[in-house]
């Protein structure tokens, strides 16, 4: 694989990897429930990319191996799922 290639997967890899966490960032400053499950969808989507990413990694010989970095992924992706799923469930408190 050409350094250009490589170029253009290691920098979509830093993208989708940084936009996770910014997002997560951006969810604890949310204005609304809805903001906070949104920003938290975001963060899950570009989990996912970045899954894809990683997995092509395996499948280039010249890359390292991306598996310990993939399930430390598949656990950050357990979790958004479930703040997500809880969130929706989540009543608010009228007083």
Not at 54 to 79: F, G, M, R
Not at 81 to 87: A, E, L, P
Request: charged content about 25%; some cysteine; hydrophobic content about 35%.
């Amino acid at each position: 694989m050409d350094k250009i290639k490589k170029y253009t997967i290691s920098n979509q890899i830093l993208r989708s990897g940084t936009t996770i966490g910014a997002n997560i960032k951006e969810a604890q400053n949310a204005e609304s429930k809805l903001n906070f499950i949104h920003k938290l969808k975001i963060s899950s989507k570009e989990a996912d990319e970045l899954e894809y990413w990683l997995l092509l990694c395996n499948e280039v010989e010249s890359y390292p191996n991306a598996d310990a970095l993939l399930e430390q992924l598949t656990t950050i992706k357990k979790l958004l799922n479930k703040i997500i799923s809880t969130s929706k469930n989540v009543k608010p408190i009228i007083s």
